[in-house]
C-alpha cells in the first residue's frame, strides 16, 4: 500500500496537477458514495463526425470496475454509478448498460439537475459524489459534488486556471482523454482508499469477494434519461 507522499509522487511525475493535497483527498474519497462521469472528453476525446459515434477504452472500463469494487468493498454496497452527457451518445448508452451503471442522462444542458436527481433518487449528499468532467459546460455539475477530477486537455490551460483558482477541481490528470484519463483517476482514487493491491488480486483470483460484487454489479437494471424525463419520478 502506498502513502499519500508516494502517491502523489507517482502521479506528479506524470504530470498531475494535486490542487487538494493527496492527504486532505483520502477523507474525501472515503465519504464516496457515488460516481459521475461526463462521456466527451472523459473517455474519449470527443471528436465527432456525421454518422460518427464517439468511443470508449476497455483500459477506462477495467478502471471504473475496478473503482467500483474498491468502494464497494469499503462501504458494503455498490456506489451509484451514472453518465452525464449533454448530446445523444448510443455509444455513452451502450457503456452504462454494458457496465451496468445506475444511468446514464442524456442531452442535459444544466448538469447540476442530474446531480439534483440523484441524490434525491439515492439520498445522498452532494459531498458523497465524485465528478469527472472536462470542460466549462460541466462546472455546475462539479460545483455540486465532493470531489472532483479535472480531465487534462492541453488546449485549455484558461480553463485550468478558472477551476483552480474558484475551487471547482481537486486533482487534475497527467493523462489526456484519449491516453485513459479515467483508468488515472480509478488508479488514484483506489490508492487513496489504500485498496489497490487488495482489489487487484481479488480481481485477479477472480475470489469469492469479487465474484458476490460482480453479482452485485450484474444486477442492476440502467436506466436511460433525457431532458425530457423528470428525473426525480424516472429513478427509483
Known amino acids: 500500500m502506498k502513502t499519500p507522499a508516494e502517491l502523489e509522487k507517482y502521479f506528479s511525475a506524470l504530470g498531475a496537477v494535486f490542487l487538494t493535497p493527496p492527504g486532505a483527498l483520502i477523507e474525501r474519497v472515503r465519504r464516496i458514495r457515488a460516481l459521475v462521469f461526463d462521456w466527451d472528453g472523459v473517455f474519449n476525446s470527443g471528436v465527432k463526425g456525421d454518422g460518427v459515434s ?20 469499503a462501504h458494503g454496497k455498490l456506489p451509484i454509478t451514472v453518465i452525464v452527457t449533454g448530446a445523444e451518445n448510443p455509444s455513452a448508452r451502450k457503456f452504462a448498460f454494458r457496465e451496468h451503471f445506475a444511468a446514464v442522462y442524456s442531452n442535459v444542458l444544466d448538469k ?18 465524485a465528478c469527472v468532467f472536462d470542460d466549462v459546460n460541466d462546472l455546475a455539475m462539479a460545483a455540486e459534488c465532493g470531489l472532483r477530477c479535472l480531465v487534462r486537455r492541453d488546449a485549455s490551460p484558461l480553463v485550468q486556471d478558472f477551476v483552480a483558482e474558484r475551487g471547482l477541481c481537486d486533482y487534475i490528470t497527467a493523462m489526456r482523454a484519449d491516453r485513459n484519463a479515467v483508468r488515472e483517476i480509478a488508479e488514484l482514487l483506489i490508492g487513496l482508499l489504500g485498496e489497490f493491491d487488495a482489489v487487484a488480486a481479488s480481481r485477479m483470483r477472480f475470489d469469492a469477494e469479487y465474484a458476490s460484487y460482480f453479482s452485485a454489479r450484474q444486477s442492476v437494471r440502467t436506466e436511460s ?12
Do not use: C, K, Q
Open 112 to 129: 447540476s439537475e442530474a446531480i439534483a436527481a440523484v441524490r434525491t433518487a439515492h439520498g445522498i449528499d452532494g459531498a458523497e459524489i
Open 54 to 73: 464517439s468511443t470508449f477504452s476497455e483500459a477506462d472500463s477495467m478502471g471504473t470496475n475496478l473503482l467500483r469494487y474498491a468502494l464497494w468493498r
Open 225 to 236: 434519461l433525457t431532458v425530457e424525463t423528470r428525473f426525480s419520478e424516472a429513478l427509483p
